[in-house]
C-alpha cells in the first residue's frame, strides 16, 4: 500500500466519545487526504492537507478535525463521535500537481454504537 | 459542486470478453482522470491514468478519454475472473491544490 499505514484498522467506539485515526507515510509525499466510503455515496473528500499545518476542508467535513504536525502523520479526530459518522475511512497521498496519481491506505472501518 | 458520474451495475460479462466501464463529469476544468479498481474489503487501488484527449493502453487495460464529450472509459480485454472488483472514476482539475473527487463505481462481475 505504497508505504502508507493507517491506524486503528477496526474501531468500535460509544455514541459522544472522541475518536482518533491515524494515518502514517514512509513515501514523503506532500499531501495527504482522509476520505470515507458509504454504500450508495462512494468515496468522499473529509479534510486534506497540502503540507505541515496546512490543512482544508473537504465535501464532508462536519463533526471532523485534522491535524499535521510532521510530514509523515495525519490524524483525523472525531470530536464527539456519532452513529452517522459510521464508516470506512481512507487516507491516501500525493505529490503536488494536477497529473499526480493518489495512493491509498488499507482503510479503517469504525463502528459508532 | 463537480459530479463524476457511473452506472453502478454490476456489469456481468463472461470470461474472455471485453468489460467496457463509462464514466462522465461535469466539471469541463478537470485536468486529470483515473481508475481505481477496488477488490471488496480493500482499498482502491491505481490501474491507470490518462491526460491527453484519445486512447492510453496497458497490458489488458485501455482507457479513453474524450474531453469534448466530459466521458471517460476503460476498457479490460481478454477479462478474468479475477477482475471482478468494483472500479471507480476519479477526476482531478487543473489547480494545484486539486483534490480527486470519484464516482461511485460500477461493480464488474466476470464469470468463468
Known amino acids: 500500500d505504497a508505504g502508507i499505514t493507517q491506524s486503528p484498522r477496526h474501531k468500535v467506539t460509544e455514541t459522544g466519545t472522541p475518536v482518533t485515526l491515524r494515518c502514517h507515510q514512509t513515501?514523503?509525499?506532500?499531501?495527504m487526504y482522509w476520505y470515507r466510503q458509504d454504500p450508495g455515496h462512494g468515496l468522499r473528500l473529509i479534510h486534506y492537507s497540502y503540507g505541515v499545518k496546512d490543512t482544508d476542508k473537504g465535501e464532508v467535513s462536519d463533526g471532523y478535525s485534522v491535524s499535521r504536525s510532521k510530514t509523515e502523520d495525519f490524524l483525523l479526530t472525531l470530536e464527539s463521535a456519532t452513529s452517522s459518522q459510521t464508516s470506512v475511512y481512507f487516507c491516501?497521498?500525493?505529490?503536488?500537481?494536477?497529473?499526480?496519481?493518489?495512493?491509498f491506505g488499507q482503510g479503517t472501518r469504525l463502528t459508532v454504537v | 459542486q463537480k459530479e463524476v458520474e457511473q452506472n453502478s451495475g454490476p456489469l456481468s460479462v463472461p470470461e474472455g470478453a471485453i468489460a467496457s466501464l463509462n464514466c462522465t463529469y461535469s466539471d469541463r476544468g478537470s485536468q486529470s482522470f483515473f481508475w481505481y479498481r477496488q477488490y471488496s474489503g480493500k482499498s482502491p487501488e491505481l490501474i491507470m491514468s490518462?491526460?491527453?484527449?484519445g486512447d492510453k493502453e496497458d497490458g489488458r487495460f485501455t482507457a479513453q478519454l474524450n474531453k469534448a464529450s466530459q466521458y471517460v472509459s476503460l476498457l479490460i480485454r481478454d477479462s478474468q475472473p479475477s477482475d471482478s472488483a468494483t472500479y471507480l472514476c476519479a477526476v482531478k482539475g487543473r489547480s494545484g491544490y486539486s483534490t480527486l473527487t470519484f464516482g461511485k463505481g460500477t461493480m464488474l462481475l466476470v464469470s468463468p
Open positions: 513515501e514523503n509525499h506532500r499531501y
Open positions: 491516501a497521498i500525493s505529490e503536488p500537481g494536477p497529473d499526480t496519481e493518489a495512493f
Open positions: 490518462i491526460y491527453s484527449n
